[in-house]
């Protein structure tokens, strides 16, 4: 897995509440037998019109140039499953995601990619919406070791959590199947104390 | 302090915990499909490294296949390939794959209980939001991620945060005309699309206690909708009697061993739950959606609001506007254009049943398309040995082989542009059912009554 330690980038503001997989890549685009290419169909249904054109009013078609921090409104990634949207996040450029919530598969589809997400507090997501919609440029550093999210004009300053375990693995680039296989033992004793 | 359920069957399984982390969580049962596993057996084919118990997963295509003349190789190239590649790693892998023309093949959240796959207390995962609906049974059952799904294929484990717990109970008698996909609307447009985050709920009450599997099955099924990992319902005489026969269930003196286990597994009277709700079954009437996400519900006869819970002016009034109606409006008489009755949610014999018993004798309004995609080649069978498929064909309807089919429209099977859905399936989201389609989610006895009508009927005028 791809390490992440800190990140200095412009914001991307989404805000809408409940964006649901389906929205972030639509099935149709779920046939392929890869993890690559996705992002070239992220949230297509609202960055093309039906006539195929740019849909300009969309704000990935007008967003500031090589942002990748997605802002996004409360419960984020709810509905299907799929991996696949995270992939698309991820393969368009993005490297972090924050809303106030996030639905829980997606959240850890995130997390087993590389893709970091964090919480924020509703209040202070509507206050950075609010400040970007003014300064669209204004860059903003991500460090996961220190927990702490911040605007580099010095007016947000906030702390984020994550658990241990999910910091060390996107810190370090550690793979959960090789954590899991590295416990076999423990397993086959599981499996052996309860008959299974 | 006792204990809920659902800490029962978690416990149960817990290989190992890491300390301010996840837990390793024992995987008895796992369903895979066509769409979210192939990046799975990469990682493992890169590894070098086989199934680890290839006995505990099972394979189906049911996503992506289409819905007419399956006896035909599929003529969508990528749908193809990727149930090709299905095929491929089942063999590679040893894995028993019930594929297109297989007597078994479904919709993986029908076959799995109607197999018998699904028992109480097991865990239960697959790489689909909807595997919930397993926790019908007693068990822990829950979609997951294909880095999940590798996964459990590479060590049958997966890491994974203990959720908080929510009890739901629904006490009372159930008013006539209203289903069990009522009852989950309902809680659904009382809690929002966010209110089950976070959470995994036990159903419970006298009115779910007096529910068939197949109707519970339904209320679990569409949890995910609240944002609820899963939801369960502690097994009793009712979920005894619906495994007995079947195909993988266990028989004999094995299965008394186990009704006897099973019995243990009821929340204890003092067990504590994280949050409790209550609602009486009086108050649920037949409901219909009428927004771009499950807990924009209403009941059927009821106005369009003008605002709904955890939703903000702007993201409620795109919803409208997506879906072409107005705050004050009625949904009831309003035109539709489509009726799809399948998926996952309902698609299973009782399902077709309620459908047909109000279709019998009737003919669809001739501008409505209306698809019936049984969930399995065993619901098909069963309902052609009852006669059913006569009932919808001789309606004009179109009595179609298992899938997936328009719930996701990852098939042929979608709704065009603009027009009106009325779908006993379980997402109402922009484009769900094909880019620009509108959907109003509905129990199936609504959907067929509806197609007969040509437009949103209440079921209970009929009755």
Known sequence: MEKFVKLKSTITPLNIENIDTDQIIPARFLKAVSRDGFGENLFRDWRYCSDGNLNNDFILNSKPKNSKILLAGRNFGCGSSREHAAWAIHDYGFRVVISSFFADIFKNNALNNGLLVFELDENLIQKIFKKISNESNIEFETDLNEQKFYSLDGSIDEKFQINDYNKICLLKGYDNVDYLLSIKEKILKFENETGR | ?463
């Open chain 2, 1 to 463: 302090m006792g204990k809920t359920l659902f800490d029962k069957v978690w416990e149960e399984h817990v290989v190992d915990s890491i300390p301010n982390g996840p837990d390793i969580l024992y995987i008895d049962k796992h369903l895979i499909h066509e769409v979210t596993s192939p990046q799975a057996f990469d990682g493992i084919n890169s590894r070098k490294i086989n199934v680890f118990r290839p006995d505990r997963t099972i394979a189906t295509a049911d996503h992506n296949v289409p819905t007419e003349n399956q006896h035909l190789p599929i003529k969508e190239e990528l749908s193809r390939k990727q149930v090709e590649k299905l095929t491929a790693n089942c063999k590679e892998h040893n894995i028993k794959l019930y594929g297109l023309g297989h007597k078994y093949q479904g919709i993986v959240h029908v076959i799995g209980p109607e197999l018998g796959l699904t028992q109480p207390g097991m865990t239960i995962v697959c790489g689909d939001s909807h595997t919930s609906t397993h926790g019908a049974f007693g068990s822990i059952a829950f979609g997951i991620g294909t880095s999940e799904v590798e996964m459990v294929l590479s060590t049958q484990c997966i890491l994974q945060n203990k959720p908080k717990t929510m009890r739901i109970e629904i006490n009372g008698e159930l008013n006539s005309g209203v289903y069990s996909k009522d009852i989950i609307l309902y809680i659904i447009s009382k809690i929002s699309a966010s209110g089950g985050t976070g959470y995994f709920v036990e159903y419970a009450g006298s009115a779910i206690e007096k529910l068939s599997m197949e109707s519970r099955m339904t209320i679990c099924n569409m949890s995910i909708e609240m944002g609820a990992r899963g939801g369960m319902i502690a097994p009793d005489e009712i979920t005894y009697k619906y495994l007995k026969d079947k195909e993988f269930a266990p028989k004999g003196i094995e299965l008394d061993k186990k009704i006897k286990y099973w019995n243990t597994l009821r929340s204890d009277a003092d067990a504590n739950y994280d949050k409790v709700l209550k609602f009486d079954a009086e108050d649920i009437q037949p409901m219909i959606t009428y927004g771009t996400n499950p807990g924009m519900g209403i009941k059927i006869d009821e106005e369009i609001p003008s605002s709904a819970i955890n939703s903000s002016k702007h993201s409620f009034e795109k919803s409208l506007r997506y879906m072409g109606i107005n705050s004050g409006d009625k949904l009831k008489n309003k035109k539709i254009d489509y009726v799809f009755i399948g998926s996952c949610t309902n698609s299973r014999i009782e399902d077709l049943r309620s459908a047909a018993d109000i279709i019998k004798g009737k003919t669809k309004s001739p501008h409505v398309h209306a698809w019936v995609i049984p969930g399995s080649k065993s619901v098909e069978r069963a309902a052609i040995n009852e006669g059913l498929d006569k009932v919808f064909i001789d309606a004009g309807f179109d009595f179609r082989q298992p899938g997936c089919s328009a719930c996701l429209a990852m098939n042929e099977d979608k709704i065009p542009k603009g027009k009106y859905c009325l779908s006993t399936s379980n997402r109402n989201f922009e484009g769900r059912q094909g880019p620009g389609s509108r959907t109003f989610l509905a129990s199936p006895a609504t959907a067929a009554l509806s197609a007969i009508s040509g437009h949103v009927s209440d079921v209970r005028d009929y009755l």
